[in-house]
């Protein structure tokens, strides 16, 4: 097979299947995935990836279509195991896979073999060499050594890059930028488009395995999240009160307890550490002010007048002592929503008008957020009167009891807001929460314009805060 011939296949269906099982699974053995390699090749497949000599040797000659082929195998003192040594290679060509695919990162190989020499032998024996490559440092110095294909394979499971909820679309975009040979993507596909996003970013095939052919990872994918097997906190942090409660596993709310919101970061972290002890607490989780990292529990940009001395506050099992799941005020509240019953299953905005205001979008089982935890800035919008949604909106600037002139501005920025709303997320519904969404004076307008009112009641953070511990969202760690 020659590089063309590789690439007119592709042009074909540019979809590669990876049979491969899990390990231990049930379904490793060479005549049942043989079964699933025969399902893809009748659905089109012209390309197969392919492990194992056992594998090779039943389904190759089934199949009737090129492969590539590699052994996993694990030697002391290194940490490569996808075909690592000379010798590996030798036995996937001798079973005649087309393509050899072998570990290209830049780690020490078994034996004191090199990278160059793999690619040398196997490309002495007329047979096509794959770099699966963890960095574009690796995949620059494998094109370097005259590799024929360029993989992303192993983004992710080593120290050279961080590993992505899904595949790691930056990387393939900058491999693709920076090499002139084909690259293939690979690694944690699941959807169909992610497979198209990966072709118009460049890349000549994609490699599919898991998502389509191993059914260990596909329950995996498919289980519900467990509960944490006890008590679960909550902690409301607004600019006015810092709250802590405490649900049962079906998310039934015991207790409340509240103080107000103490000076420093330090001193607040070191509230809740203390309430989690107390009420014996297997799993938190935190709503909080200002927006935070949900991958590291850091809050990295509040607003100072709301809440000060936040930034640089981290919420996580080292700082609170269990396993926490974090997230900003607007989207916790918004996940809270979309865990009701009468809600759940549907696009839910939510609208939390406290002290300050915050906003947050929930679908498909995921909350919308940005890398960081970003939350759609309703509350910096200028309105028609050039003040911002918060500043007629949120209780630090109205107080808890605005003038009637400042009730009439704040109805029609409550109109203005959820018109916003409407038009960028085209949400089934808006719910409105928050101390100022539910007050006397603004919650007989929420009905008219469309929106519903949040059924927590003024407990709407709190109960947000112990949804993202009970029923983890999609994309989400627990910290």
């Not at 850091?298 to 974090?326: C, F, Q, R």
């Not at 509240?333 to 205001?357: D, M, N, S």
Request: hydrophobic letters at 40%.
């Amino acid at each position: 097979m020659t590089v063309e011939t590789l690439l007119n296949r592709l042009r074909q269906c540019p979809l590669i299947a990876s049979v491969q099982a899990s390990e231990k699974s049930p379904v490793d053995s060479p005549e049942t995935l043989a079964r699933m390699a025969r399902a893809s090749v009748k659905e089109g497949v012209r390309l197969l990836r392919l492990e194992g000599i056992k594998n090779v040797r039943v389904i190759k000659p089934e199949a009737k279509i090129p492969v590539i082929g590699l052994l996993k195998r694990k030697y002391p003192g290194s940490d490569v195991y996808i075909t690592p040594t000379i010798q590996d290679a030798e036995s996937m060509i001798d079973l005649g896979c087309e393509i050899i695919a072998f570990d290209a990162t830049l780690r020490a190989r078994p034996h004191n073999q090199t990278l160059a020499s793999i690619i040398d032998r196997v490309k002495s024996r007329k047979v096509l060499t794959m770099a699966d490559c963890d960095s574009l440092e690796s995949a620059i110095e494998a094109e370097k050594l005259g590799v024929d294909i360029i993989g992303t394979t192993l983004a992710g499971y080593t120290e050279a890059r961080a590993l992505t909820s899904g595949p790691d679309l930056d990387l393939l975009r900058e491999i693709v930028a920076a090499v002139k040979i084909p690259v293939l993507a690979e690694g944690r596909f699941s959807q169909r488009w992610e497979v198209e996003a990966a072709l118009r970013i460049g890349a000549k095939g994609v490699v599919v395995g898991g998502a389509i052919n191993d059914p260990v990872k596909q329950t995996k994918a498919m289980l519900p999240t467990t509960r944490p097997g006890g008590k679960v906190g909550a902690v409301d942090l607004g600019g006015t009160w810092m709250r802590f409660a405490v649900f049962n596993e079906d998310w039934t709310l015991e207790l409340v307890e509240r103080e107000p919101l103490a000076p420093t970061g330090a001193e607040r972290v070191a509230w809740v550490k203390d309430r989690i002890a107390h009420h014996q607490i297997a799993r938190v989780g935190v709503s909080t002010a200002g927006i935070v990292d949900p991958a590291t529990g850091e809050v990295w940009t509040a607003k100072e007048y709301l809440m000060p001395d936040h930034v640089g506050t981290i919420w996580n099992s080292v700082t609170l002592g269990v396993p926490t799941v974090v997230h900003g005020d607007g989207h916790a509240t918004a996940w809270g929503h979309a865990c009701l019953a009468e809600f759940a299953g549907k696009r839910i905005a939510t609208l939390a008008l406290g002290t300050g205001v915050g906003c947050g979008f929930v679908e498909s089982g995921r909350i919308w957020a940005g890398h960081r935890g970003e939350y759609p800035r309703i509350n910096d919008l200028p309105t028609a009167n050039g003040g911002t949604y918060e500043e007629l909106l949120g209780g630090v600037s109205i107080t808890s009891s605005p003038t009637l002139e400042q009730q009439a501005e704040g109805v029609k920025a409550l109109e203005g807001a959820i018109k916003a709303i409407r038009e960028l997320y085209f949400p089934d519904v808006v719910v409105i929460a928050g101390g100022v969404g539910t007050s006397p004076w603004l919650a007989p307008h929420v009905e008219r314009v469309g929106a519903e009112l949040t059924p927590f009641g003024h407990d709407a953070g709190l109960h947000g805060a112990a949804a993202l511990a009970l029923y983890i969202p999609s994309g989400q760690s627990i910290l």
